[in-house]
């Protein structure tokens, strides 16, 4: 069992940068593919980011609004966290950014949202 609290979401104007963590209970966390996801009013959730165990894969959402470039997400198995640090941000980055873990997956498959483990989000919010 796998316990994720979020934190370091709030306000922050356009261009302006902020960085979010994912607390993990138990002694297992390096065992875990870690990702974030995010959900706006109105729209579903959809994969923001994810991590290898040890840190040395990344893969980032890949579309036209891409956070590839703008986000890192990053890990450390000794403070069993992982974080995103948000650089210039846009109004349209306003979400509930939420972590998560599984045990498995590669590539591609990552960006499901077939995780075993969920926090509980934390709300991110730009301002024009």
């Known amino acids: 069992q796998v316990q994720l609290v979020e934190s370091g979401g709030g306000l922050v104007q356009a261009g302006g940068s902020l960085s979010i963590s994912c607390a993990a209970s138990g002694r297992t966390f390096s065992r875990y593919i870690m990702g974030w996801f995010r959900q706006a009013p109105g729209k579903e959730r959809e994969f923001v980011a994810a991590i290898s165990y040890s840190g040395a894969r990344t893969y980032y959402k890949d579309s036209a609004e891409s956070v590839k470039g703008r986000f890192t997400i990053s890990r450390d198995n000794a403070k069993n966290t992982v974080y995103l640090q948000m650089n210039s941000l846009k109004p349209e980055d306003t979400a509930v950014y939420t972590c998560?873990?599984?045990?498995?997956?590669?590539?591609?498959?990552?960006?499901?949202?077939?995780?075993?483990?969920w926090g509980q989000g934390t709300q991110v919010t730009v301002s024009s």
């Open positions: 998560a873990a599984r045990q498995s997956c590669s590539g591609i498959g990552c960006y499901t949202p077939n995780y075993d483990y």
